[in-house]
């Protein structure tokens, strides 16, 4: 036999919390006065099948997934009491998720499903800890790791700002040498940074080049992009720490956050300025005189 809806349910869409009427029960549908979506419900399975609201529930959370899965390229899930699942999107784990973190409403250990879409448009999950799910996302995993985030962030960009550096630093030694090199070397700096070219594209591109220069010039920014940010990652890596040192007792942990690991100045701070430092000399005194001798 059939079963009329709870009074009380869960918007799927907004995450309200609703009470329905006793004609929205019967009928097994009601719209969302916040954000007036309608939700249809099949009618409840009696109880020798399923508890009185677990049905409800689950299509619920299958309702949230389909209308995410819609408009969103990547979401997570983290199942709440009462079986319900709160989902974020990309805007949101840096938001609200940090917030009910902070709030201590989740621990590390939480299970995280992570719903993201591949490039055929299929729906691929994965499931990890909240813990191991912050380490990608700084403002997340600053509430578990303060200075290892900044490290890890600085080792980022340092090598981003090393590519470009050096590529402005090749292209300007080419320029020295032969205007034509620096255009075409430009060119094919230029072409590595179309999105989608692919990569038979750029072996079209760098054949025509090959032909009217005789150089390889995909090869010479790739090089050139390895050296950058070999040199850019360290220095980068030991200013995130000395900021992530500077900052660690003003910023917000999560409840549960365990102390960093120790030897965290040696790690974070030394050894990349000193590894930097040592790469640099090599860069300037050795490698860079003889490739300026090569090119004459």
């Not at 007036?36 to 009696?46: G, L």
């Not at 040199?231 to 917000?252: E, Y």
């Amino acid at each position: 036999m059939n079963e009329q809806l709870p009074v009380n349910v869960v918007c799927p869409y907004c995450k309200t919390e609703l009470e329905l009427e006793e004609e929205e029960q019967t009928a097994g549908k009601y719209t969302c006065p916040n954000c007036t979506k309608e939700v249809t419900v099949p009618k409840i399975m009696n109880e020798t099948e399923k508890t009185k609201n677990q049905p409800v529930i689950d299509r619920q959370e299958e309702l949230s997934v389909e209308s995410l899965q819609k408009e969103k390229d990547w979401f997570i899930g983290i199942e709440e009491g009462g079986g319900l699942t709160h989902y974020y999107d990309k805007e949101q784990i840096v938001t609200e998720l940090r917030t009910n973190i902070l709030e201590g409403k989740y621990e590390k250990t939480t299970s995280v499903v992570i719903h993201s879409k591949d490039k055929d448009g299929k729906w691929q999950q994965s499931t990890s800890t909240l813990e191991e799910f912050a380490k990608n996302h700084f403002k997340l995993r600053v509430l578990y790791q303060p200075v290892w985030s900044h490290a890890m962030a600085g080792l980022k960009w340092g090598a981003i700002g090393g590519v470009f550096l050096k590529l402005a630093d090749t292209f300007l030694m080419l320029l020295s040498v032969d205007g034509g090199m620096a255009v075409l070397f430009a060119v094919a700096v230029g072409a590595c940074m179309i999105p989608r070219i692919g990569w038979i594209g750029i072996a079209a591109i760098s054949y025509f080049m090959f032909k009217f220069s005789r150089a390889n010039f995909f090869f010479m920014a790739l090089a050139a992009g390895l050296v950058g940010a070999i040199l850019g990652c360290l220095p980068g890596m030991a200013i995130g720490g000395m900021i992530g040192f500077s900052r660690k007792d003003s910023l917000p942990l999560a409840n549960d956050a365990a102390p960093e690991s120790g030897g965290l100045l040696f790690k974070t701070v030394i050894i990349p300025l000193v590894s930097g430092v040592a790469l640099f000399a090599f860069y300037i005194f050795v490698f860079n005189p003889w490739l300026v001798s090569v090119l004459e």
